[in-house]
């Protein structure tokens, strides 16, 4: 059970390692820049329903 932003931080950093992915093709397939791809999955900013939704 995920209780916490760290938990779902840390496993997206596990999953963006052990897939050898990079920040540019996250943001590639999000549409947003590498920078606000970044901090949003590092949970350093919130997401609107819009972004989470497209």
């Given at each position: 059970m995920i209780t916490s932003r760290t938990q779902v931080t840390d496993m997206?950093?596990?999953?963006?390692?052990l897939k050898g992915i990079k920040w540019s093709q996250i943001a590639e397939v999000v549409g947003q820049?590498?920078?606000?791809?970044?901090a949003a999955c590092l949970g350093q900013m919130a997401m609107t329903k819009q972004?989470?939704?497209s």
């Amino acid at each position: 059970m995920i209780t916490s932003r760290t938990q779902v931080t840390d496993m997206i950093q596990s999953a963006k390692i052990l897939k050898g992915i990079k920040w540019s093709q996250i943001a590639e397939v999000v549409g947003q820049s590498k920078e606000w791809s970044t901090a949003a999955c590092l949970g350093q900013m919130a997401m609107t329903k819009q972004h989470v939704s497209s």
